[in-house]
């Protein structure tokens, strides 16, 4: 892979934000004259954008001295002389390994954390899974919206809250401190219709009492005050009728 060395260096001191920094020690391998390798650490400032490390000599350097892209590695922790040690390994087996020592337990963890998600593929995996979820979000919502709803009605308590009191239907309305028939409407959403009549008596041939009216109960006349007067004059009118009887001798 070819990076433009002058944009490189740019993006690293630039001020696009930095998902970590800190210092590590690099380990490098010195060659002896004598054909003995040796094993030593550098103190460098490492800066962490995207998948892309940077390290630097000193914090305050401006030009990075190292880059290492972090595509196609695994970040593992290793034995090594030194405590708080780990490595960038690559999947190429001719490739070289990145050998860090952090200060301490919570920087080390720190950082193997945040390399470890500093890949696409890493990104790519995250981006699968979200997608995932909100698909699954997106189905239930769709169906609960499908499924029907119940609602509760007379005298039945609130399905929401137990605590609050019944539901009270409403009241039969009063006309002169009497019931009246048709004030509240039926399951048909009509009224309710009035009590059917009594059989009626006619009045005996000859008879003095006088034959009564037309019952007021009809559609204009639901007052029960009205209904009891009518009705008394009919009592009245059969009382009077025995009473004659009575009195000419006829049972």
């Keep these: 892979m070819k990076l ?15 998902d970590h920094a800190g210092f590590l020690r690099k380990r490098v391998g010195r060659h002896h004259h ?6 030593s650490y550098q103190r460098r400032w490492f800066v962490l954008k995207g998948n892309l490390l940077f390290y630097f000599e000193e914090r305050e350097s401006r030009e990075p001295v190292g880059l290492v892209v972090l595509e196609g590695c695994t970040v593992e922790l290793c034995e090594a002389a030194e405590e708080f040690a780990f490595a960038i390994r690559f999947d190429d087996a001719g490739a070289k390994a990145y ?10 963890e720190a950082w193997v954390k945040a390399l470890s998600r500093a890949s ?28 029907p709803r119940r609602s509760s009605s007379g005298r039945r308590r609130h399905l929401s809250n137990p605590a609050l009191p019944p539901v009270q239907e409403k009241q039969h309305v009063l ?29 005996a041939a000859g008879s003095s009492v006088p034959a009564l009216q037309e019952s007021p ?11 009891h007067h009518w009705y008394g004059q009919e009592i009245a009118a059969l009382r009077q ?9 006829h049972p």
């Design 4 to 18: 433009n060395e002058r944009s490189v260096a740019h993006y690293a001191t630039c001020d696009s934000p930095t």
């Design 34 to 39: 004598h054909g003995h390798h040796g094993t």
């Design 99 to 108: 050998v860090l020592v952090a200060d301490g337990q919570a920087a080390m």
């Design 120 to 147: 696409f593929d890493y990104m790519r995996l995250v981006v699968r899974e979200l997608e995932k979820q909100l698909e699954e979000a997106c189905t239930s919502l769709a169906a609960c919206r499908k499924s």
């Design 175 to 203: 006309e002169n401190g009497y019931s009246t028939w048709g004030s509240s409407p039926d399951r048909d959403g009509g009224h309710t219709k009035p009590p059917p009549l009594p059989p009626r008596r006619r009045s």
């Design 217 to 227: 109960v009809s559609p204009e006349t639901t007052c029960f005050a009205k209904l």
């Design 241 to 249: 009728e025995w009473q004659e009887r009575q009195k000419r001798g």
